[in-house]
């Protein structure tokens, strides 16, 4: 097994070519380091490392070593300058690899933690599942339904501890929100209303996006995994979360950088964190629109995304969405970016309605949103909480708030929605299998369930 997964990247470029670790022994013991002081001894700490330190991956790394029960000791990326870059200041207590296989088989690593671009995800986890890493893994967890099924069965497959980056599921204020709905604070529950986010952008016909194979180095081939190969510029490097190549639109109020938050924050509310909808409507055609009016207007108390109106002005497809799940509950894609809970969800009830987003609520009756108690209050960085989870499943050998199905279901939303605006006609009732994972009614939906990888970027076996 293990040397199949070795031969798996193309031209070998990983294979054997790790950084060579810089690392200092310390004069004196931390009390860390004894356990002592009520901190965590070495022998019961959960040894991590990080793979791709781009933005998110550098926030990872530095709330790992926040999260208590774990010991952060190895980071990896491709791209050395950004690699040697980060090694530069924590040489003396962190080693470095390009390679994340080599990374977890030197440091018997017991997680990592996969922060790159989305198309990387799933050949990176499996790969890491496979070498005997449990994996806390980005959102969205995917870039197609098809692959993230895939994933799930490594996981199950290999007996790994999963958790997908939807942090708001251990968040207490939004745990607690949960729990309110679920006990009838606002009665059986009718609605759950959810923003209408951006999509994707296809990349243009134009030439400074292409490339000649001859002249790719190694570490881009290695970057560019499944997708098409194309030129190594800013746009699509650091920019890549806006193209459908890489993301299902990863931007600030789009549907799979915002979106994956609110799909699982209502998902978590009305019971459905296992299954999907089982009926999808586009409303209007999907096209070219600003995320939302953003007219110059006061705030009041009670909004809940105030804070983030002004992160939520990006331009792309759109279209309104309506769709059933199961328990009858629908939801109505329809909330611009300048209203509402931009990274939750307001469910209504027969009895009022719970707006739920990361940081805050708002209710009607208001007694609702007043009644949270201390204890649900979040008091530490919003990503602490989940990784912390991670760590104690981990050692416990049980599933994590947002464990790989969880996030399978909540991703599948995503994708949901950009397939529906692309292939289905207006107004028409889409059936949707959440149990076959596949449409009924759409051919030319099913066509778009997963994509052809480029050679050499297949998805390892296990």
Not at 142 to 156: D, F, H, Q
Not at 190 to 200: A, E, L, M, R
Not at 390 to 397: F, R
Not at 420 to 426: E, F, G, K, N, Q
Request: hydrophobic content about 35%; overall charge neutral.
């Amino acid at each position: 097994m293990k040397s199949k997964l070795m031969r798996i990247s193309r031209r070998n470029f990983l294979q054997g070519v790790a950084t060579a670790p810089l690392v200092a022994s310390p004069l004196l013991a931390s009390a860390r380091a004894l356990g002592l002081d009520g901190e965590t001894a070495p022998s019961e700490r959960v040894r991590v490392g990080v793979i791709g330190l781009g933005g998110r991956g550098t926030y990872i790394a530095t709330t790992l070593q926040q999260a208590a029960g774990c010991e952060l000791v190895a980071v990896s990326d491709i791209f050395k300058p950004r690699l040697e870059s980060y090694l530069r200041d924590r040489s003396d207590w962190l080693k470095g690899y390009d390679d994340f296989r080599k990374m977890i088989e030197t440091e018997k690593l017991d997680g990592v933690c996969c922060e790159t671009a989305t198309h990387q995800r799933a050949w990176v986890a499996i790969h890491s599942m496979a070498l005997g890493a449990n994996v806390y893994i980005e959102k969205p967890m995917a870039l197609t339904i098809k692959e993230g099924r895939a994933m799930v069965a490594a996981a199950r497959k290999l007996g790994k501890v999963t958790q997908v980056g939807t942090q708001q599921r251990s968040l207490p204020l939004c745990r607690w929100a949960c729990e309110q709905v679920a006990n009838g604070a606002i009665g059986k529950v009718k609605t759950v209303i959810v923003p209408n986010f951006v999509g994707p952008n296809v990349i243009p016909d134009d030439p400074k996006f292409k490339m000649d194979p001859k002249d790719c180095e190694p570490w881009w081939d290695v970057w560019t995994n499944q997708s098409q190969l194309r030129a190594c510029i800013p746009e699509i490097q650091y920019g890549w979360s806006n193209w459908a190549d890489y993301d299902a639109g990863g931007q600030c109020f789009g549907v799979s950088g915002w979106g994956t938050h609110s799909f699982d924050q209502m998902q978590m509310a009305i019971g459905t964190s296992l299954t999907g909808p089982t009926q999808i409507i586009l409303e209007e055609p999907c096209t070219i629109q600003d995320s939302g009016k953003f007219t110059n207007r006061p705030y009041s108390e009670e909004e809940t995304g105030a804070d983030y109106y002004h992160m939520a002005k990006v331009v792309g497809p759109r279209g309104r969405i309506k769709a059933l799940f199961p328990n009858g509950i629908e939801a109505r894609f329809e909330l611009d970016g300048d209203r509402g809970p931009g990274l939750g969800c307001i469910v209504v009830g027969e009895k009022g309605k719970l707006e739920i987003n990361r940081h805050k609520i708002a209710s009607n009756p208001k007694e609702l949103a007043a009644s949270l108690p201390d204890e649900a209050r979040n008091t530490r960085d919003e990503t602490v909480y989940h990784l912390e989870n991670w760590i104690s499943c981990i050692k416990s050998d049980e599933k994590c708030n947002a464990d790989i199905e969880i996030g399978q279901r909540s991703t599948t939303i995503c994708e949901l929605v950009n397939i529906v605006r692309a292939t289905a006609p207006v107004g028409e009732v889409i059936y949707w299998n959440p149990e076959k994972e596949e449409f009924d009614n759409l051919p030319e939906g099913n066509k778009l369930l997963s994509r052809e990888r480029r050679e050499g970027w297949e998805l390892p076996t296990v």
